[in-house]
Nanobody, 115 residues
Framework: QVQLVESGGGLVQAGGSLTLSCAAS????????MGWYAQTPGNQRELVAT???????TYADSVKGRFTISRDGAKNTVYLHMNTLKPEDTAVYFC?????????WGQGTQVTVSS
């Protein structure tokens, strides 16, 4: 069973930075895609950023130029570097991993950006 463990969330002022980490229980290059999604109360999870096995990155328009996804194969960890944070970035951030039609989620980490 694949396990994804997120960490790095917290409270930060607007304009600040945070880095989220997602540690996988197996080789991250086994997955076709890994990524980060954000969820606010009453809403569905929305894609924030993904990175595929080949290293191609995608970003939601709202975070382009501010967030960067990266990975460390030696640590089986994917990161989300979040800069110039805004109050509207406040959400629970979930790590996601996919192999073909199967996917797994982490437990989520809360990010709160104060104005």
């Amino acid at each position: 069973q694949v396990q994804l463990v997120e960490s790095g969330g917290g409270l930060v002022q607007a304009g600040g930075s945070l880095t989220l980490s997602c540690a996988a229980s197996e080789n991250i290059f086994n997955f076709n895609v890994m990524g980060w999604y954000a969820q606010t109360p009453g809403n569905q999870r929305e894609l924030v950023a993904t990175i595929n096995v080949g290293g191609r990155e995608t970003y939601a328009d709202s975070v382009k130029g501010r967030f960067t996804i990266s990975r460390d194969g030696a640590k089986n960890t994917v990161y989300l570097h979040m800069n110039t944070l805004k109050p509207e970035d406040t959400a629970v951030y979930f790590c996601n991993a996919q192999i073909l039609r199967r996917q797994w989620w982490g437990q989520g980490t809360q990010v709160t950006v104060s104005s």
